[in-house]
């Protein structure tokens, strides 16, 4: 945009060099403006008022939101329920009610205006993690991913032990265990509460089992049992920590839960008792953005085709009834299809046949 003074300035500088002789064209083109800009600016009064662009009265479009119902938004996105919950989870959880009230980029916007478009939650922006070896899952009770993590205790460096193993498919706990010692034996337990809880013996391929180098999940009594229960074993690269994405990532939002104790947990069935107040949220609560915003419980029995299509269905209501607040299609509501686990090449999963979703769009 060009204030009034330079318009005067470039204005003049092309009449002088004309009057010389020189093309209007050319003389337009070396101050940097076409020949209809310079029409344009002796024909609009241009060269006396300048650009009126930035003043003008924008009339608003006729679909906008009105005033209450920009406050509705607003007096939602501000409930105690969803303190901790971005747009990207509010919109779904109101659709699965049987409420639209705005698109999550309205609630950006709207929240915006009213200087609350802030990260939700104690945890930093996600990282960009590159990718190692390549499993996929088509399915539930495929390719398993496991960790353990330390929980602080109030008695400074003491801790309890989290083991926990993760369906990759559904996102879904499927077994969990607190210690107060870091042993193998507790994660052999694990592994053993999880193919048991999960029926792999009934199956007809055992899932793989996805996991660090630590020295526990590598000890003898757990390799003993990998062997037992016929599960194949898969590690993460040496010196690699970002190779087990989707555990990582599970054990990140664990820890920034609000119900996180700052000051660690007073004992052991302190910490045994959020676990599992964790693990019920995570797996029945919990909207996953990974898995199309369903629960990792929804999505391990099947039954978020049956909640997607009803989401469907209602983005096609609220369009047919305001159809100019819709400049495109509706929000897509298909099922997330199968997971990779680290995809290494694009060309594994072109020769897979299907569309996975990447290690970079865990959440």
Same mark, same amino acid.
């Given at each position: 945009?060009?204030?009034?003074?330079?318009?005067?300035?470039?204005?003049?500088?092309?009449?002088?060099?004309?009057?010389?002789?020189?093309?209007?064209?050319?003389?337009?083109?070396?101050?940097?403006?076409?020949?209809?800009?310079?029409?344009?600016?002796?024909?609009?009064?241009?060269?006396?008022?300048?650009?009126?662009?930035?003043?003008?009265?924008?009339?608003?479009?006729?679909?906008?939101?009105?005033?209450?119902?920009?406050?509705?938004?607003?007096?939602?996105?501000?409930?105690?329920?969803?303190?901790?919950?971005?747009?990207?989870?509010?919109?779904?959880?109101?659709?699965?009610?049987?409420?639209?009230?705005?698109?999550?980029?309205?609630?950006?916007?709207?929240?915006?205006?009213?200087?609350?478009?802030?990260?939700?939650?104690?945890?930093?922006?996600?990282?960009?993690?590159?990718?190692?070896?390549?499993?996929?899952?088509?399915?539930?009770?495929?390719?398993?991913?496991?960790?353990?993590?330390?929980?602080?205790?109030?008695?400074?460096?003491?801790?309890?032990?989290?083991?926990?193993?993760?369906?990759?498919?559904?996102?879904?706990?499927?077994?969990?265990?607190?210690?107060?010692?870091?042993?193998?034996?507790?994660?052999?337990?694990?592994?053993?509460?999880?193919?048991?809880?999960? $029926?792999?013996?009934?199956?007809?391929? =055992?899932?793989?089992?996805? %996991?660090?180098?630590? &020295?526990? +999940?590598? #000890?003898?009594?757990?390799?003993?049992?990998?062997?037992?229960?016929?599960?194949?074993?898969?590690?993460?690269?040496?010196?690699?920590?970002?190779?087990?994405?989707?555990?990582?990532?599970?054990?990140?939002?664990?820890?920034?839960?609000?119900?996180?104790?700052?000051?660690?947990?007073?004992?052991?069935?302190?910490?045994?008792?959020?676990?599992?107040?964790?693990?019920?949220?995570?797996?029945?609560?919990?909207?996953?953005? $990974?898995?199309?915003?369903?629960?990792? =419980?929804?999505?391990?029995? %099947?039954?978020?085709? &049956?909640? +997607?299509? #009803?989401?469907?269905?209602?983005?096609?209501?609220?369009?047919?009834?305001?159809?100019?607040?819709?400049?495109?299609?509706?929000?897509?509501?298909?099922?997330?299809?199968?997971?990779?686990?680290?995809?290494?090449?694009?060309?594994?999963?072109?020769?897979?046949?299907?569309?996975?979703?990447?290690?970079?769009?865990?959440?």
């Amino acid at each position: 945009m060009i204030g009034l003074e330079d318009r005067q300035n470039i204005a003049q500088a092309v009449q002088v060099a004309h009057q010389a002789g020189a093309r209007l064209r050319l003389a337009c083109h070396t101050a940097g403006i076409d020949v209809r800009t310079l029409q344009r600016w002796k024909t609009c009064e241009g060269l006396q008022r300048g650009d009126q662009r930035p003043g003008s009265v924008r009339r608003t479009p006729a679909h906008a939101l009105s005033e209450q119902e920009r406050q509705s938004v607003l007096a939602v996105a501000n409930e105690a329920r969803f303190a901790d919950m971005p747009p990207a989870r509010i919109v779904p959880t109101l659709a699965d009610e049987g409420t639209y009230l705005a698109s999550e980029s309205t609630f950006c916007r709207l929240l915006r205006a009213q200087g609350q478009n802030t990260h939700r939650g104690r945890s930093r922006t996600p990282q960009q993690r590159r990718p190692p070896s390549t499993h996929i899952a088509t399915g539930p009770r495929q390719v398993w991913c496991w960790d353990m993590t330390y929980l602080p205790a109030r008695i400074g460096g003491s801790w309890f032990y989290l083991y926990l193993i993760l369906d990759l498919y559904s996102r879904k706990i499927v077994a969990w265990e607190v210690h107060g010692t870091d042993d193998s034996d507790h994660a052999a337990h694990v592994l053993k509460r999880a193919a048991l809880a999960e $029926g792999t013996a009934a199956l007809g391929k =055992a899932p793989v089992l996805h %996991g660090d180098n630590g &020295a526990t +999940l590598k #000890a003898t009594t757990v390799l003993a049992m990998l062997n037992w229960l016929g599960v194949k074993a898969s590690y993460s690269r040496p010196r690699v920590s970002d190779d087990n994405a989707f555990v990582e990532s599970l054990l990140r939002t664990a820890k920034y839960r609000p119900e996180f104790p700052a000051g660690g947990f007073a004992d052991l069935t302190d910490a045994r008792q959020w676990a599992s107040r964790f693990v019920h949220w995570y797996n029945v609560e919990h909207r996953h953005s $990974g898995i199309r915003y369903v629960s990792p =419980a929804q999505r391990h029995a %099947g039954e978020d085709i &049956a909640i +997607l299509a #009803a989401r469907h269905a209602l983005y096609q209501q609220a369009r047919s009834t305001n159809p100019r607040r819709w400049s495109g299609d509706t929000r897509n509501w298909n099922p997330a299809g199968a997971v990779a686990l680290n995809p290494e090449r694009d060309s594994i999963l072109h020769e897979a046949g299907i569309r996975v979703h990447k290690q970079g769009q865990v959440a």
